[in-house]
């Protein structure tokens, strides 16, 4: 019989290679930029709109080559940045100015205690972590969130994206026992609430991917333009990112 080792998704970023590869993929890969693009926007949108004119105690987790880190150093009052993987933030090292960035496992280390954070962000990681891993880590991150703070995180592969569901079939068909992730929105709203906390906000990004056909950046740019105006679109999308606090009654 064979044998399927199963390895964390902590491990999964450690080797020496990774964090240069990482830098490459977002250099070369049209779609990921496009995400990448919205993402900004949306983050800078995010702050505007959560903390005008108050100061931000910023916590990147799993915060990898420093992609949004380096986007909101420059905004906030201070900047944190943790990951497991040291080739990662090898290369996050390089691209950060004002950002204390630390090597560790916040769902093992207790390192932050009693210090908390007003604005938390965790992008490329829930999709992929195992169940294990999501709910210690979304249960430490909860427990790092002030009481008016904010969560913000993304899944790039929503089951709710037509694109996503025909790779997906099209997985369990020819490779079930590979490795293919996808999370739906419930799905994301249940692990957010297990943690004690609710989704305040959705944004929907990235409506247009079929695979293999090459889609311009301007073109993606009009579909998502049009798609966002419509809310009952947001579950097809294939990127939403949600804004999540602690659940309100919890702080009456
Ligand atoms: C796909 S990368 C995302 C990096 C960055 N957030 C971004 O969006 O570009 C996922 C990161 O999660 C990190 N990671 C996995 N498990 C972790 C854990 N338990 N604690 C901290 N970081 C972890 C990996 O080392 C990796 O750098």
């Not at 090292?93 to 004002?98: N, P, V, Y």
């Not at 709910?135 to 969560?151: M, P, R, V």
């Not at 799905?187 to 989704?199: F, N, T, Y």
């Amino acid at each position: 019989m064979k044998t399927v080792t199963k390895i964390s998704y902590r491990d999964s970023h450690t080797y020496p290679a990774k964090g240069a590869e990482y830098e490459r993929h977002y250099e070369t890969q049209a779609w990921d930029r496009f995400l990448w693009s919205r993402e900004r926007e949306i983050l800078l949108t995010v702050l505007t709109k959560y903390f005008a004119g108050r100061d931000v105690h910023l916590l990147d987790f799993a915060c990898g080559t420093g992609r949004i880190t380096s986007l909101l150093e420059d905004h906030v009052t201070t900047s944190t940045g943790v990951d497991v993987s040291g080739s990662m933030l090898a290369v996050a090292r390089q691209k950060l100015k004002r950002t204390e960035i630390i090597e560790a496992d916040i769902t093992v280390d207790n390192l932050f205690k009693p210090k908390q954070f007003n604005l938390i962000t965790a992008f490329r990681f829930f999709l992929n972590a195992e169940p294990e891993l999501r709910s210690t880590a979304i249960e430490a991150l909860a427990d790092l969130l002030t009481e008016d703070g904010i969560l913000v995180f993304n899944n790039h592969h929503n089951l709710g994206s037509p694109w996503i569901k025909l790779l997906y079939a099209h997985h369990l068909q020819k490779n079930p026992e590979g490795i293919y992730n996808v999370m739906s929105i419930d799905q994301m709203k249940d692990l957010v609430e297990s943690a004690g906390l609710e989704i305040v906000e959705l944004y929907p990004v990235g409506f247009f991917h079929p695979p293999k056909v090459p889609v311009s950046y301007r073109l993606n740019r009009a579909i998502d333009n049009v798609a966002c105006k419509f809310k009952c679109l947001s579950r097809f999308s294939e990127n939403p990112i949600v804004v999540c606090r602690r659940f309100k009654s919890a702080y009456k």
